[in-house]
């Protein structure tokens, strides 16, 4: 499955792709035609092996389990992934995260990756909300959602929650 917005592609790995992301992104990239610098650090590279075997574990749910990476649409270059957190909650509620390669921080491609995902999630896949949860000192994640088109619903003692209303619903 793939999500196209005006400068990325955003494609979602299969299981055995999935399991490729965390140990062999180069040749991830020559199978699937994108250019990526290596794999990801380690921590992010548990994160993935776990997602790769809840993937293989659950193959009713890959689409919930599994990366989207996003491709640059000018040069087929690896920009970073998106992700559901988990399979919906029973109110049609999914949590997204995200992340970015620093070569590519504020030029504005998570944004529209945000906004392309999460109006894709609703539009296509029957989500009725989707959520994000930032650190609280995570200013650049912030502004990503915000410009997003999410507002902040909560706070906790470290971390604000935030919901997608692309057009200021309350």
Do not use: C
Request: aromatic share 12%; charged share 25%; hydrophobic share 40%.
């Amino acid at each position: 499955m793939r999500i196209d917005s005006e400068r990325l592609t955003i494609l979602a790995l299969e299981p055995n792709e999935l399991a490729m992301y965390a140990d062999q992104m180069i040749e991830l990239g020559n199978r699937l035609g994108f250019h990526a610098d290596g794999n990801p650090e380690e921590w992010f590279a548990n994160i993935v092996r776990k997602q790769a075997l809840l993937a293989q574990n659950d193959p009713l749910n890959v689409l919930w389990h599994t990366f989207w990476l996003i491709i640059r649409k000018t040069d087929a270059r690896f920009v970073g992934s998106i992700d559901f957190k988990h399979v919906p909650f029973a109110d049609g509620t999914v949590e997204i995260g995200y992340g970015m390669e620093k070569a590519f921080e504020g030029m504005g491609y998570m944004t529209e990756t945000v906004r392309a995902f999460s109006e894709h999630a609703i539009r296509h896949l029957g989500i009725k909300h989707v959520i994000a949860e930032t650190e609280k000192e995570n200013i650049a994640s912030m502004r990503v959602l915000e410009k997003s088109g999410f507002v902040r619903t909560k706070e906790t003692d470290s971390a604000y929650w935030w919901e997608y209303r692309p057009y200021n619903e309350t």
